[in-house]
């Protein structure tokens, strides 16, 4: 691997902050050294999900588009966020793989900018449990292609992007073992899992801890619009075994943003999901923009702070500096019990819900 690097160990230097060479100056939004635990690692109260980072089908993704995202990366580091979710299916048609090949030159360009402040980036890919991975050999391989493709010689968080508990049991244990052989190998600093029920949850969290390895976090959906029986369920497994809650979808993919109404819908598939779900969001989103008035925040800020309040790390996508810059704002102070119970209430009495991960298990 040409030029490879460490991400979970190695430093890497930021700008300075006044740089004129940067387009935007990055005004530090909380305290640089207010990070969390996961495991072994150090990561923000926050980090950017980078689905849309390759993906044509849904977010309209163009090659036009990634010197803007250079920025975004670049402004995410410059303001703490160091965590930075993957995976080796993001990205659709010729640009498969996009995602994470652009987040290894987004590194490489930003370590070769020279400054005073430094701090570590966290890389969390996700390995796809694809139907021809029927052993740990493969998913290792998998994974070997996912730090070719990155050019870095660690992974942060190897993840597996679902379980295949529901359609394929017999290969769940071979996806395990790879896991295993690939902390074992030293090609991640940490594991986790994406997708999994409470049931599967405690299942691969003892077989891995009989193996010596710690199971360091749990992404799964998770917002005002996905607040299931499960989700409290995997929360509270999550809080009593010490795993750290990955959340995904933070905004329902835009619905909780307030930019969308049932005749004003996202371009694509998206706008056939809203079409359904968002007539029966009212009690929320008002709910949502009656705290974010009184707060001075955004409906997106509101909807992520909630996720932080409920102890997740939320993994926003980013697409512009724009939306980065607000997802920012969701940082730095905290719903108050009052608004909690009053968002929740409103959530309960919307009977519109977020369609469910179809590989999701229990």
């Known amino acids: 691997m040409a030029m490879a690097i460490s991400i979970c160990s190695v430093v890497v230097a930021c700008s300075n902050i006044n740089n004129p060479s940067f387009p935007f100056k990055f005004p530090t939004l909380w305290p640089s050294t207010q990070k969390l635990k996961m495991g072994s690692l150090t990561v923000s109260p926050m980090g950017f999900g980078t689905w849309a980072w390759g993906n044509q089908f849904l977010w309209g993704y163009r ?24 995976a080796d299916s993001y990205g659709t048609g010729r640009f498969n793989g996009q995602s994470e090949k652009l987040l290894g030159r987004f590194i490489r360009d930003f370590q ?50 679902w379980s295949t508990a529901n359609y394929a049991p017999f290969q769940e244990l071979a996806l395990w073992d790879g896991l295993v052989a690939m902390y074992d190998k030293g090609l991640v600093q940490a594991v986790g899992v994406s997708n999994y029920g409470p049931k599967q949850l405690l299942k691969i969290h003892d077989y891995l801890k009989d193996r010596g390895v710690p199971l360091c976090s749990a992404q799964v959906q998770f917002s005002l619009l996905s607040m299931g029986e499960d989700q409290q369920e995997i929360k509270s497994i999550c809080d009593s075994l010490g795993i750290r809650i990955i959340a995904y979808s933070p905004l329902g993919l835009g619905m909780l943003t307030g930019k969308y109404s049932p005749s004003e819908l996202p371009s694509g598939p998206r706008g056939l999901l809203f079409k359904q779900i968002l007539p029966g969001l009212d009690p929320l989103l008002s709910s949502l923009r009656d705290i974010a008035n009184k707060r001075r925040k955004t409906m997106s ?62």
């Not at 995202?69 to 930075?84: E, K, P, T």
């Not at 021809?132 to 990155?150: H, I, K």
Request: proline residues 4%; hydrophobic residues 40%; glycine residues 8%.
């Open 63 to 86: 090659q036009s588009m990634d010197d803007d995202l250079q920025r975004i990366f670049n402004f995410a580091l410059h303001n703490g966020v160091n965590l930075f979710d993957t």
């Open 112 to 161: 070769e900018k020279k400054g005073s402040r430094r701090q570590n980036i966290v890389i969390a890919t996700k390995f796809a449990a694809y139907p021809w991975r029927l052993t740990p050999g493969q998913f290792v391989n998998a994974c070997r292609a996912s730090l070719d493709r990155m050019q870095i010689e660690q992974i942060g968080i190897g993840q597996l992007h």
């Open 301 to 362: 800020q509101v909807a992520i702070n909630w996720c932080i309040c409920k102890g997740t790390i939320p993994i926003p996508g980013v697409k512009s500096i724009t939306q980065a810059k607000d997802n920012l704002g969701a940082l730095g102070w905290r719903l108050s019990s009052d608004e909690l119970l009053q968002l929740e209430y409103a959530a309960q009495e919307s009977p519109g819900r977020m369609v469910q991960n179809i590989f999701q298990t229990r």
